[in-house]
């Protein structure tokens, strides 16, 4: 196995085990579009402020404590880069190494000799269903691609997935190495690599996002042919937007009834059963950006700059 020491906070240059999820267009984090747009360098571009990422780096000590209070079990952080043997832009950040009390997870020479990694989750309360018995492998795909993704770049043959679910329900579960679902892991990886990475040839969109991201910017008076399958597209979206329009005018109907029957109450009930409630949000202060630009333009001025305006799609023929 090939190890390069690197500040875990440097990202290598090449796929990593948050990425190829992504990639298999499982994650509900980043599409393929934003994978490639990263390793093409549009970093700009996807740069996100994802607070649930900072908030399990942050937790992450207190689970794998609470990991070896389980388990009676030993973690050791491994801030090194580990890299494929093979595939060298192919790597890895994983949480934790874990091994029996009383031995080491590394040899001396810096190389994992431990059989079983740990990777330390946390996820909202409102999706504990998405995570099945503890003991088993029922986790959500994204993480299971990645734990897969790190078996593979280490050759360990366990990884623990140790979640707080919430704040109040702490869950341990086991992923054995498969091979057959690394080689497919590999293989996909490798070949958005060589296809759409080297090649800088974009993944098809997935999202109006990844549109968005790919063509930022209009050309002045550029017009473009429908195709008939486009043409065929553009009319299955009318009507569809049409459809919408009217559910959405019925449930603003329906909607409008409800709030007027509910007048000054909090809650709507049936029983014991609470239906709804119509609360009003905390008071909050806000700059009047308009009034602070007319009493004190020059000060107004320093802190304005220009951003990108964002391209907005408008249906033009809706008869």
Not at 8 to 13: A, D, I, L, S
Not at 39 to 53: A, E
Not at 198 to 216: G, I, S, V
Not at 249 to 271: D, F, H, P, S, V
Request: charged share 25%; glycine share 4%; aromatic share 10%.
């Amino acid at each position: 196995m090939n190890v390069i020491t690197k500040n875990q906070f440097v990202r290598p240059y090449g796929i990593g085990g948050t990425d190829i999820a992504a990639i298999l267009g499982l994650s509900p984090y980043k599409t393929p579009l934003e994978v490639w747009a990263r390793l093409v360098g549009q970093q700009n571009i996807c740069d996100k402020d994802m607070l649930h990422l900072r908030f399990g780096q942050h937790a992450e000590s207190f689970i794998a404590s609470e990991y070896e209070r389980s388990t009676k079990l030993k973690t050791h952080t491994y801030p090194q880069t580990v890299h494929h043997t093979e595939h060298g832009f192919l790597f890895g950040h994983i949480d934790r190494l874990v091994s029996e009390p009383n031995e080491e997870a590394v040899s001396i020479d810096g190389h994992i000799k431990t059989n079983r990694i740990l990777e330390c989750k946390t996820t909202s309360a409102f999706n504990r269903q998405e995570w099945g018995d503890e003991g088993t492998d029922q986790i959500p795909a994204t993480y299971l691609m990645q734990c897969a993704w790190y078996l593979a770049i280490t050759r360990c043959q366990f990884a623990d997935v140790a979640v707080l679910v919430g704040n109040n329900d702490f869950r341990i579960f086991h992923v054995e190495r498969d091979l057959e679902l690394e080689d497919l892991l590999i293989s996909h990886a490798t070949r958005f690599w060589y296809e759409h990475v080297l090649t800088k040839t974009p993944p098809q969109p997935q999202t109006p996002e990844d549109a968005t991201l790919l063509y930022p910017k209009h050309e002045d008076d550029a017009q473009i042919e429908a195709s008939a399958e486009i043409f065929e597209s553009f009319q299955k979206y009318k009507d569809l937007i049409n459809q919408s329009q009217s559910l959405s005018n019925e449930c603003e109907r329906l909607k409008t009834e409800i709030l007027t029957y509910m007048g000054q109450a909090e809650k709507l009930t049936a029983g014991k059963k609470t239906l709804a409630t119509w609360k009003s949000a905390k008071s909050s202060q806000r700059v009047d950006t308009k009034s602070l630009c007319a009493a004190y333009p020059d000060i107004a001025a320093k802190f304005t700059h220009q951003v990108l305006g964002s391209r907005r799609f408008l249906l033009k023929d809706v008869s």
